[in-house]
């Protein structure tokens, strides 16, 4: 029996590449696509500071903004809008309960958070299956109104950066106040200490049950997060040197790292008492030999240090320069490019790693420089990524200003859960990672970006588009739905249709359109009509602005011509 084949529809990407380069090469000729380095490196940038800057910056750091926020960047200066990203910030509000009227507990708008279970002996209570899955349901809903809701600040994106690297999935750890606490201690250190991250990370309960640390113990040593302590969270593997020597750490070095880490347990998981669920270290459990480690790590010999072992462990890990290296490394494919070739290992890698180990691992400091540099703003770092999912769709809510209900919590939250479902089909869930190594696009090559389009996902993109231009996004009787004509009225080149077209492409996509591309763009809008006839349609609504019916024609006309946009290739890059 023969098999059919279906072949994908594929993403242009052959379109994408040539406009980056036609773009990049207006400015100067043949230009690589990764970011040159050559006198162009972590210099701060001097260049001209303008919306565009500000824009590219935004793309990059938040989930999103306004026409507003960016024309009211463009006044500040680079310094003072790197310093708004970083300014401390409270942690949000916890998530509450939506869903369930009758547990008294936890009413309607009040926080489960580290509230057990709740169980009655007549049984009107949801049962504790139910309970607990609609806190992760809260939890996630919850999580998308703070990206939909944090304004110009970086502490989001680094949050999201942390849990794509120490990596947690809610399908294997479902206790919603374990996953919680998670990704507080993430969203905490966003921009802090990372030595103090590993250290914290490392006995935090909800790693502890991913990577089985709380089956770890002196007669069953279990090497799943020594490996990935190593592997993905700190050195990388690098080349093979040697039958299991990976020229940053060996077998033997997993193996002794894992005894390590024996003894500690899991508090509160699960649990239908009120409190925090913690790591607990219980001794017994605990291997109290020497660890020998190998000769890439000095031969150094680990004691026994009972419930502070594993803060020896990490230190020891520190001392080597690769884990600067490395974390910089990820840092750059989350910012600026998938493309590590060895001048941007040499001049922009190596030189930030350097500034990281000289602030101790402070987070900050390395984080400024990268995004205050001439690198970050070269033409070549502006447009190659291709959105993630959760970019896509943060950045069309934010940059329409689509609104969302705020006055009923019920409503809001399933807004929320409602909107959340939708990246299921984009395929990239927030507590879903793939797996421990995170989404692929930040480190499968040869694909990276490119991995977030295949002919499933960008039709789900376009659905997407389409539900918010057609006003067809609700939850119960409220419509989510881009308002046009409001969207017009804010820009400052709406008298002219030419120009008006391009401030709407060079604010939605990093490289603009061509004026080819303007001219069918502009074709749905004025289908074989001179240009002045928009003139006469946009004044008809200025001049009757309480006109129902006028207002509902031109935001449908105008509504099919930013669909024409979003289904442009140059709209899915950042």
């Not at 347990?265 to 190998?294: I, L, M």
């Not at 308002?483 to 804010?490: E, G, K, M, Q, R």
Request: with cysteine; aromatic share 12%.
């Amino acid at each position: 029996m023969s098999k059919t084949i279906t072949r994908k529809k594929m993403f242009d990407f052959a379109r994408l590449d040539n406009k980056l380069q036609s773009h990049k090469n207006a400015k100067t000729s043949a230009l690589p696509l990764t970011p040159p380095v050559d006198g162009d490196g972590l210099e701060p940038y001097n260049g001209e500071w303008n919306v565009t800057t500000a824009a590219h910056l935004y793309r990059r750091t938040t989930f999103g903004a306004t026409r507003e926020q960016i024309n009211a960047a463009a006044t500040l200066s680079l310094d003072q809008i790197i310093d708004q990203l970083f300014e401390p910030k409270d942690l949000p509000e916890e998530p509450v309960n939506y869903i369930y009227q009758d547990i008294p507990e936890i009413p309607i708008g009040v926080s489960w958070v580290n509230v057990g279970l709740v169980t009655n002996d007549q049984g009107t209570f949801p049962d504790l299956q139910q309970q607990n899955n609609t806190r992760r349901n809260s939890l996630r809903a919850w999580t998308l109104g703070l990206l939909l809701n944090e304004g110009m600040h970086i502490r989001e994106k680094m949050t999201l950066f942390w849990h794509n690297h120490f990596v947690v999935e809610n399908q294997i750890v479902k206790d919603a106040n374990v996953m919680y606490k998670y990704i507080t201690l993430l969203r905490e250190n966003a921009t802090g200490n990372f030595r103090d991250l590993v250290k914290n990370i490392t006995i935090d309960p909800a790693m502890l049950v991913y990577l089985n640390g709380d089956e770890n113990k002196v007669n069953a040593p279990n090497e799943n997060y020594a490996r990935e302590l190593m592997e993905l969270f700190t050195l990388g593997k690098g080349a093979l040197a040697g039958p299991g020597d990976y020229t940053t750490f060996t077998e033997d070095d997993v193996a002794a790292a894992a005894k390590v880490l024996t003894g500690w347990r899991v508090v509160g998981y699960g649990s239908r008492q009120d409190g925090e669920p913690y790591g607990f270290y219980r001794n017994a459990q605990h291997d109290r030999t020497d660890k020998q480690f190998s000769h890439r790590f000095n031969n150094q010999i680990i004691s026994n240090n009972g419930a502070n072992e594993y803060l020896d462990l990490v230190e020891m890990i520190f001392t080597r320069d690769e884990v600067s290296k490395f974390i910089c490394r990820k840092l750059y494919r989350w910012f600026v490019y998938y493309d590590i070739n060895e001048e941007v290992e040499a001049n922009i890698i190596e030189p930030l790693a350097q500034i990281l180990r000289e602030n101790d691992y402070e987070l900050e400091p390395a984080l400024k420089v990268l995004l205050k540099s001439t690198h970050f703003f070269n033409i070549c770092s502006v447009g190659p990524m291709i959105k993630n999912p959760l970019d896509f769709v943060t950045n069309l809510f934010r940059q329409f200003s689509v609104q969302l209900p705020e006055n009923n919590i019920r409503v809001k939250y399933g807004a929320w859960a409602n909107l959340n479902r939708a990246f299921e089909a984009l395929e990239m869930v927030y507590y879903s990672p793939p797996n421990v190594a995170g989404w692929k696009a930040y480190y499968q090559a040869p694909l990276f970006y490119r991995t977030w389009i295949n002919s499933v996902t960008l039709t789900n993109r376009q659905r997407i588009t389409d539900l918010l231009t057609e006003g067809r996004l609700a939850i119960g009787d409220f419509r989510m739905e881009i308002d046009a004509v409001a969207f017009i009225d804010s820009l400052e080149n709406n008298q002219e249709v030419n120009a008006m077209i391009h401030e709407i492409a060079d604010f939605i996509m990093p490289l603009g359109i061509t004026e080819g591309q303007k001219d069918y763009v502009k074709d749905f809008l004025l289908p074989g009509l001179p240009d002045y006839e928009w003139n006469m349609e946009y004044d008809e609504y200025l001049n009757n602005p309480n006109n129902e019916e006028i207002r509902k024609a031109l935001n449908i006309k105008l509504n099919n011509m930013l669909n024409i946009l979003f289904k442009m290739p140059e709209f899915y890059l950042s």
